[in-house]
Structures are given as C-alpha cells and as structure tokens.
C-alpha cells in the first residue's frame, strides 16, 4: 500500500518573507528598529505620563515629601549655634542677626548667606560657619579690636586700626587707655593717626588727643589745650622735630599756646600772653636797664 | 554597432556600483542546480578594470562570504522554462546566502549554460591619425568591427578583442602607447538568444535584483579550471552540466571560440530512469552512487538493490548489476562526446599548438570519465577542478561550481570587452550637447 503523505512544502522563501529578509538585512532599517522605536516608545510614554496634571501633582508631591524626610532625619539635624572667641555682647548680636529656630535642617542652612550677614556686623572681622558633625553649628569669630576712640559730631566710636567701626562708646571714661582722635573724616586716616601717636609716645602724658583739621592735616592737642600743628605732608617727621627739641630745651614744659610746625622750614612757637609780656619785661630790662620802667 | 552594446554598457555601469558598495552576488543558473555565492570586495582595492593583477593572481581583492546552493526548478537546458519555479529558486538561494553572509545584496551576476552560443570571428581596421595608440583609438578599432548578421532574436554576451596587430606586427595583446599607421583588431563575438537573457533579466528583477553583468557559463569555467599554460597555448574547457555541455577554446589567454551541445546529465540520469524503470530522484542517487564508465568482472557480481515503493514486493526488490547500469550510462557520455568532437572539429581546435582538454562540471564526476573522452578527444584529457578562492566553503569546491568560481574571477577582473572602452565620439548619433562638454573638459 502506497501511504499517502502530504506533499513536502516548498523550501523556497515567500516573497514576502524574502522581502522582509532583506529590508532586515538593510542596516538603515536595522538601526532605525533598534534605536529609533524604543527611543520613540520611551518618549511616547513619558508624554503620556505628563498628559495628565493629577499624576504629576502626585509625583511632585511625593518627591517633596520624600525630600523632606531625609532632610528631618537626625543625622542631618543641627540642634544648637557654638559661637567661640568672642565677647558675650557680639554673641548675643549673632544670635540676633542670624535669627535660627532650632532644631533646623542642615540643608535649610545657608552658610554664605549667615556668614555674609555676620561679616556685616560692625564688631566682626571674619567669621567661619562649620557644620560640624552631631549637630552643632560651628561659628568662629575674629572680633575687630578697638585701638582707638574716635569723637566725631554725633557720637563717640570705638574704631579699629583699619578705621573700621567696632562699636559705639557712652563716655570718653569708658575706655581712657585708648587715645582719641577728633574731627570730621578722622576715621578714615586711622593708620595715620595711630603711626603719629606711637611716634609720640614720649610725650604721652601730656597727649590729649589728635584733632583732623580740615580733613588734611592733623593737630597734636596737649594738656592744658596746647596745640602742636602738624603738616599735611610728613607729619611724624615734624613731630619728632619737636620731640627732639622737648627733648633738648624742653620745650613742651614752656608757656606757649601752639607750635606751628606746619612750615617745615620756619617752626612757629606762639607763646601765651602772659609769657609775651613777661618777655617784654625781661627784654627791657636788658636794653634799658632802668629807664624802661 | 554603437547600439549594440547599450545593454552591456548599462550592465557595467551596474557592475561598477556594486564594487563600489563593496558587496556583489554570483548567480549559476544551470539545469540542475542553481548556486548563489556573495563576494565581498576589499574596500580601496581598486576598480579593477585596468590595474595590474596583484597578488595571488589577482584574487586576493575579494572574498567569498556566502554560499549557498539549492536545486534548481524550472530551468530546461540552462533555459529558463518556467518563470514562477525559477524564481523560487533564486529566491531560496539568495535568501539562503544572504543569511550566511549577513548582508543584503542589490546587484548580481549571472551566468547561463544555455541559449544557443554561436561564435564570430571580427576584424575592424582603421587609420592612426595621432603617433602613438591610445585608448580612443582602441574604442574605434572595436567600433569599426564589421558585425556580421547575428540574426534577429539574438544578442551579443560577450565581445572581446583577441588580438590585435599594429601595420605588419600581429599578436599584440595590449597596443597602447605603441607607433603605427594601422591599427586592425580580431574580436570574438558571442551571441545568444534575446529571448533567454530577457528571461532572466526578468527573472532576477522580480526577485528584487539587478543584473549587473552576464557570462556564458562555459567561459566562466574556462577561467577557473584552466591553468595558466593552458589557456596560453591553446585548450579547450568542457563543462558538462546538467542540461547542456558547454565548451570553450582558449588561446593566449583569450577566448577565441564557445559553444554548447544541449545534452548533459540529466540525459544521463533519465536513460537510467528508463532503463530501470525507476523513479528520477532514484535514478540520480543510482548515478551518483555506482555510476562508471568502464565496466569491469567485478562490476558483473556487483549486485545494486534499486528499491522502490509500489507496493509490488517482485517490483521493489528488483537488482541490477553494475555492468548493466554501466551499459546505460556509456552510450550516452559517449553520444556527447562524439558530439563535442563534432563540435570542436568545425571549430578548427585541431590546428592549435596546445590539445588539451579538459573536463569540468557536476557530470564530470562519473569515475573514468576522462579515459572514455580520451578516446573520443584525444589523448590529452584531465579532469578540471575549480580554482581555489578566499572563504569558499569546501562542499562548494567541486567541479559542478567551476563555473561560479569563474564568476567571481570574472567579477573581480572583467575582460577588456568592447563595451568596456568608451563609445568614440564619431559613432555617437544624437547626443551633441554631451560631446561638446566633452570637449570642453578635454581641451581646458
């Protein structure tokens, strides 16, 4: 018996599977297939997830929370400011002007901003802010040292060597181990000022303070409201002139009402009234002798 | 002449696209089996149309980077017979071969054993007008080829210029740059039947392809399995295949003569059908397994069960001995090569120096074939192989592909045919405006 099979199927391609096989085979077709449609699925659906406001409310929402809750978590938490080497009065201002409720989030601080805000405090020169680990605020301070008491039409300031502001001051009696400079526009010559005091340092006893003359030159005011004038130009070497000359004749001990040193080359002494005419008397007695009087 | 060769020109201009891209398909279209090769050319090798053969006898350019063979359908004599099964086939084996080299392929090309080859001799003569030979004057010595009457159904398949002879010199091969007066070429033209390229043509196309070239089967394995000596002193190929066996005769290194006698194998295969009364597909296993030539004692004793599956029990256990298969098989080869004989006499081979000849084909594997066409041929016959080329799989190393490792010789170094010379401007028609720009980049 003959078995009936059924026929073998043709080996050859369709033409449609050939076809394909060979739009397959192109590698322009290729690489659109394999980048191109994921890429464009990817896309596809991201579009469609945005469509819809809702989903996107949601998933701000649950990004923020989920920001929240590791900003709150203790390791990131700094529950107290360390404020080192300063008085207790620019501590307290600190506080103040950084104004922090802890505890606070270590990602909620903004340490430029603080530090810019501390640094323009008049008392502060530099300050470093650290976050230092077990959540303590690490702020270190270098004050600016008063050197100088500075009187000028409204107030009486405390200023540092660079003529910075530090602070204000009640009375002259608050810090009399600083000396005092007066006059408009004093405060920006400070350096000036400081050099010419430490050139007079001889004389200090009788140093009463510095006065800014015209915001050019300085005046030297001894006690008793003696007064040597300084020069515009090179006024620390005049002064030594006429430390040179107390030095000497002792000149300073003598009645005079200023010292005129203004001139370099022709030094003025201007005597009180009271030595004029003690001086008169004792020229004539020298010139006249008896007739005179 | 000019329009001629316009479809040659459209071919090769194709040709050339495809080395561009790199990748190029080999089509053997036989009767048996149809065998699909894809080439890939190195990238900078060249044109490889006027460059000097480099190494390995110029076959180092391309490599061979899918095969792939199935059987043929629809195919009569090297003809195509039915449109639809022959384009199966093609698509079986270039989808097949496409897959193992990984790549698509645009441009083929083919090759036919059949349509009917006939071969002429041309000479054209013409005058030098300049001192030495240059390529324009090549175009129009091929240009001034008398062409016979080729008849009306018939195209050429190849054109190429055998010899040429300079005043009194004759057997230049190349006379470029040469001085002379006269320059007169020999051309060998062949022709087939329009009929059977324009079949093929079509059938290729609808598979999505595009013809870029064309070759008779029968010169395509003369370059492959003739030695170089060989085709320099004179020899003459035999491609026996399935359908048709073709020849061609090859001098100084030139193709001067083809032509095809339309019996082959599968002749063979359908006396043995015949003859055993037995199925084709049996028959052919039959040939293939015990076929000879020269029956022998030991053949008598050699009993071969034939099989079958009627269901008559005395039907399906007849044997045969080998002798009588040999009986079937003999008259037949010998039939074809009294027939080749035949053929080669009128053809004149018997005045070349060299008389060599030899057997290629999937039918030239029948054992002591070349001692039984050494008595209808003459003494000097040798079995042929292919040439061996760059990643060609060793199953497609046998002489049934010598015709598709001629291919790809062929593709990769295309003979200076007619058509491969530039059409000289005295033979154009119509198109002035193009001689004119011509001109204009010559002379500025």
Same mark, same amino acid.
């Given at each position: 018996?003959?078995?009936?099979?059924?026929?073998?199927?043709?080996?050859?391609?369709?033409?449609?599977?050939?076809?394909?096989?060979?739009?397959?085979?192109?590698?322009?077709?290729?690489?659109?297939?394999?980048?191109?449609?994921?890429?464009?699925?990817?896309?596809?659906?991201?579009?469609?997830?945005?469509?819809?406001?809702?989903?996107?409310?949601?998933?701000?929402?649950?990004?923020?929370?989920?920001?929240?809750?590791?900003?709150?978590?203790?390791?990131?938490?700094?529950?107290?400011?360390?404020?080192?080497?300063?008085?207790?009065?620019?501590?307290?201002?600190?506080?103040?002007?950084?104004?922090?409720?802890?505890?606070?989030?270590?990602?909620?601080?903004?340490?430029?901003?603080?530090?810019?805000?501390?640094?323009?405090?008049?008392?502060?020169?530099?300050?470093?802010?650290?976050?230092?680990?077990?959540?303590?605020?690490?702020?270190?301070?270098?004050?600016?040292?008063?050197?100088?008491?500075?009187?000028?039409?409204?107030?009486?300031?405390?200023?540092?060597?660079?003529?910075?502001?530090?602070?204000?001051?009640?009375?002259?009696?608050?810090?009399?181990?600083?000396?005092?400079?007066?006059?408009?526009?004093?405060?920006?010559?400070?350096?000036?000022?400081?050099?010419?005091?430490?050139?007079?340092?001889?004389?200090?006893?009788?140093?009463?303070?510095?006065?800014?003359?015209?915001?050019?030159?300085?005046?030297?005011?001894?006690?008793?409201?003696?007064?040597?004038?300084?020069?515009?130009?090179?006024?620390?070497?005049?002064?030594?002139?006429?430390?040179?000359?107390?030095?000497?004749?002792?000149?300073?001990?003598?009645?005079?009402?200023?010292?005129?040193?203004?001139?370099?080359?022709?030094?003025?002494?201007?005597?009180?009234?009271?030595?004029?005419?003690?001086?008169?008397?004792?020229?004539?007695?020298?010139?006249?002798?008896?007739?005179?009087? | 002449?000019?329009?001629?060769?316009?479809?040659?020109?459209?071919?090769? #201009?194709? %040709? $050339?696209? *495809?080395?561009?891209?790199? /990748?190029?398909?080999? =089509? !053997?279209?036989?009767?048996?089996?149809?065998?699909?090769?894809?080439?890939?050319?190195?990238?900078?090798?060249?044109?490889?149309?006027?460059?000097?053969?480099?190494?390995?006898?110029?076959?180092?350019?391309?490599?061979?980077?899918?095969?792939?063979?199935?059987?043929?359908?629809?195919?009569?004599?090297?003809?195509?017979?039915?449109?639809?099964?022959?384009?199966?086939?093609?698509?079986?084996?270039?989808?097949?071969?496409?897959?193992?080299?990984?790549?698509?392929?645009?441009?083929?090309?083919?090759?036919?054993?059949?349509?009917?080859?006939?071969?002429?001799?041309?000479?054209?003569?013409?005058?030098?007008?300049?001192?030495?030979?240059?390529?324009?004057?090549?175009?129009?010595?091929?240009?001034?080829?008398?062409?016979?009457?080729?008849? #009306?159904? %018939? $195209?050429? *398949?190849?054109?190429?210029? /055998?010899?040429?002879? =300079? !005043?009194?010199?004759?057997?230049?091969?190349?006379?470029?740059?040469?001085?002379?007066?006269?320059?007169?070429?020999?051309?060998?033209?062949?022709?087939?039947?329009?009929?059977?390229?324009?079949?093929?043509?079509?059938?290729?196309?609808?598979?999505?392809?595009?013809?870029?070239?064309?070759?008779?089967?029968?010169?395509?394995?003369?370059?492959?399995?003739?030695?170089?000596?060989?085709?320099?002193?004179?020899?003459?190929?035999?491609?026996?295949?399935?359908?048709?066996?073709?020849?061609?005769?090859?001098?100084?290194?030139?193709?001067?003569?083809?032509?095809?006698?339309?019996?082959?194998?599968?002749?063979?295969?359908?006396?043995?059908?015949?003859?055993?009364?037995?199925?084709?597909?049996?028959?052919?296993?039959?040939?293939?397994?015990?076929?000879?030539?020269?029956?022998?004692?030991?053949?008598?004793?050699?009993?071969?069960?034939?099989?079958?599956?009627?269901?008559?029990?005395?039907?399906?256990?007849?044997?045969?001995?080998?002798?009588?298969?040999?009986?079937?098989?003999?008259?037949?080869?010998?039939?074809?090569?009294?027939?080749?004989?035949?053929?080669?006499?009128?053809?004149?081979?018997?005045?070349?120096?060299?008389?060599?000849?030899?057997?290629?084909?999937?039918?030239?594997?029948?054992?002591?074939?070349?001692?039984?066409?050494?008595?209808?041929?003459?003494?000097?016959?040798?079995?042929?192989?292919?040439?061996?080329?760059?990643?060609?799989?060793?199953?497609?190393?046998?002489?049934?592909?010598?015709?598709?490792?001629?291919?790809?010789?062929?593709?990769?170094?295309?003979?200076?045919?007619?058509?491969?010379?530039?059409?000289?401007?005295?033979?154009?028609?119509?198109?002035?405006?193009?001689?004119?720009?011509?001109?204009?980049?010559?002379?500025?």
């Amino acid at each position: 018996m003959q078995q009936v099979t059924p026929p073998k199927t043709d080996p050859a391609p369709s033409r449609t599977s050939y076809r394909f096989q060979r739009l397959w085979l192109t590698p322009l077709f290729r690489a659109l297939l394999r980048t191109g449609i994921p890429a464009f699925g990817v896309m596809v659906l991201g579009a469609w997830y945005v469509a819809d406001t809702d989903r996107v409310e949601q998933v701000k929402l649950r990004v923020s929370e989920l920001r929240t809750s590791i900003e709150q978590r203790p390791e990131f938490m700094v529950n107290m400011m360390q404020i080192e080497d300063v008085s207790a009065e620019v501590a307290e201002d600190i506080r103040e002007v950084t104004s922090l409720d802890f505890p606070i989030s270590s990602f909620d601080l903004d340490l430029v901003h603080m530090r810019r805000l501390i640094e323009e405090l008049d008392a502060v020169k530099r300050a470093k802010l650290v976050v230092r680990p077990g959540g303590v605020l690490d702020v270190a301070v270098v004050e600016r040292m008063p050197v100088i008491v500075w009187r000028s039409r409204e107030a009486l300031e405390l200023l540092d060597a660079d003529g910075n502001r530090v602070g204000p001051l009640a009375n002259r009696a608050g810090r009399a181990d600083l000396a005092l400079i007066v006059g408009e526009g004093a405060d920006a010559v400070v350096p000036e000022a400081l050099t010419i005091l430490a050139t007079a340092a001889p004389i200090s006893d009788d140093l009463r303070g510095l006065v800014r003359v015209g915001e050019r030159r300085w005046d030297l005011v001894l006690a008793g409201g003696r007064r040597v004038l300084l020069p515009e130009d090179n006024p620390v070497f005049a002064l030594e002139r006429v430390i040179a000359l107390n030095s000497i004749n002792d000149l300073l001990a003598r009645d005079f009402l200023l010292i005129d040193m203004r001139d370099q080359k022709r030094p003025t002494v201007q005597l009180s009234t009271d030595a004029v005419e003690y001086l008169h008397k004792i020229n004539a007695i020298d010139t006249d002798g008896d007739d005179a009087l | 002449m000019t329009m001629l060769y316009q479809f040659q020109r459209a071919m090769r #201009a194709r %040709r $050339q696209a *495809a080395m561009q891209r790199g /990748v190029v398909a080999i =089509l !053997d279209v036989g009767t048996s089996k149809m065998a699909c090769l894809i080439l890939r050319f190195d990238v900078g090798a060249g044109d490889g149309l006027h460059d000097s053969i480099g190494s390995m006898a110029g076959q180092s350019n391309f490599r061979v980077i899918g095969v792939a063979t199935t059987r043929s359908r629809g195919v009569k004599f090297g003809e195509i017979d039915t449109m639809d099964e022959t384009e199966r086939a093609v698509r079986t084996a270039v989808q097949a071969a496409q897959k193992m080299a990984n790549v698509r392929v645009d441009h083929v090309i083919a090759c036919l054993s059949g349509a009917r080859p006939r071969s002429y001799g041309l000479t054209g003569k013409v005058d030098l007008h300049e001192q030495g030979v240059s390529e324009h004057d090549i175009a129009r010595v091929l240009a001034a080829c008398d062409v016979p009457d080729i008849g #009306a159904a %018939r $195209q050429p *398949a190849h054109a190429l210029p /055998v010899n040429f002879a =300079l !005043d009194h010199r004759s057997g230049l091969s190349d006379p470029r740059g040469q001085i002379g007066g006269k320059l007169a070429v020999d051309m060998h033209l062949l022709t087939v039947e329009s009929s059977v390229i324009e079949n093929l043509t079509y059938c290729i196309k609808r598979c999505d392809l595009e013809l870029a070239g064309i070759a008779s089967s029968a010169y395509a394995s003369g370059i492959s399995s003739l030695v170089e000596d060989e085709q320099e002193l004179g020899a003459a190929c035999i491609d026996m295949g399935g359908g048709s066996t073709g020849i061609s005769i090859f001098l100084r290194k030139n193709m001067i003569y083809t032509d095809a006698v339309r019996v082959g194998g599968d002749h063979v295969t359908s006396d043995i059908s015949q003859g055993l009364k037995v199925p084709m597909p049996v028959a052919e296993r039959i040939k293939t397994m015990f076929g000879g030539v020269v029956a022998t004692g030991m053949d008598d004793r050699e009993m071969i069960d034939i099989g079958g599956e009627t269901g008559d029990w005395e039907h399906d256990r007849r044997s045969v001995s080998r002798t009588e298969l040999i009986g079937i098989i003999r008259p037949r080869l010998e039939e074809i090569f009294e027939e080749l004989r035949e053929r080669l006499d009128a053809a004149g081979f018997a005045h070349l120096p060299g008389q060599r000849i030899v057997l290629t084909g999937g039918a030239s594997q029948i054992p002591g074939l070349d001692g039984l066409a050494g008595r209808a041929l003459g003494q000097n016959v040798r079995l042929g192989r292919p040439l061996r080329v760059q990643g060609l799989p060793q199953a497609a190393t046998g002489p049934a592909f010598s015709s598709s490792v001629g291919l790809c010789l062929f593709a990769a170094h295309p003979q200076d045919e007619c058509w491969d010379f530039e059409v000289p401007y005295d033979r154009y028609t119509g198109r002035s405006i193009r001689r004119a720009v011509k001109w204009f980049k010559e002379n500025w």
